[in-house]
């Protein structure tokens, strides 16, 4: 990562604003559309989640948007849940 592209970055986690509610399946959409629109396609890529919540569903829909967007191949995805209430 470039210090430019690192400035970018941090400025948009500024952003991030909890809400109260844990969408496991929205926040891996945002992630796979980045994933597909790279501009270099390496052969393997990795996604890094974290979680403090519950989402009954993320199992369910993490399987199926795998498929449709067919990035099982190459993108391994390590979970990370804290605080006492969180979906293993």
Same mark, same amino acid.
């Given at each position: 990562?470039?210090?430019?592209?690192?400035?970018?970055? !941090? %400025?948009?986690?500024?952003?991030?604003? &909890?809400?109260?509610a844990t969408n496991?399946? /929205?926040?891996?959409?945002?992630?796979?559309?980045?994933?597909?629109?790279?501009?270099?396609?390496?052969?393997?890529?990795?996604?890094? !989640? %974290?979680?403090?919540?519950?989402?009954? &569903?993320?199992?369910?829909?993490?399987?199926? /948007?795998l498929a449709l967007?067919?990035?099982?191949?190459?993108?391994?995805?390590?979970t990370f849940g804290?605080?006492?209430?969180?979906?293993?």
């Amino acid at each position: 990562m470039t210090k430019e592209n690192k400035k970018t970055v !941090l %400025l948009k986690l500024r952003c991030v604003k &909890g809400r109260g509610a844990t969408n496991i399946r /929205l926040g891996m959409i945002h992630t796979f559309e980045i994933l597909m629109q790279r501009r270099e396609m390496n052969p393997v890529a990795g996604v890094f !989640l %974290l979680s403090d919540g519950l989402d009954g &569903g993320a199992k369910k829909s993490g399987k199926e /948007l795998l498929a449709l967007y067919n990035v099982s191949e190459y993108v391994t995805i390590n979970t990370f849940g804290f605080s006492n209430d969180h979906d293993p």
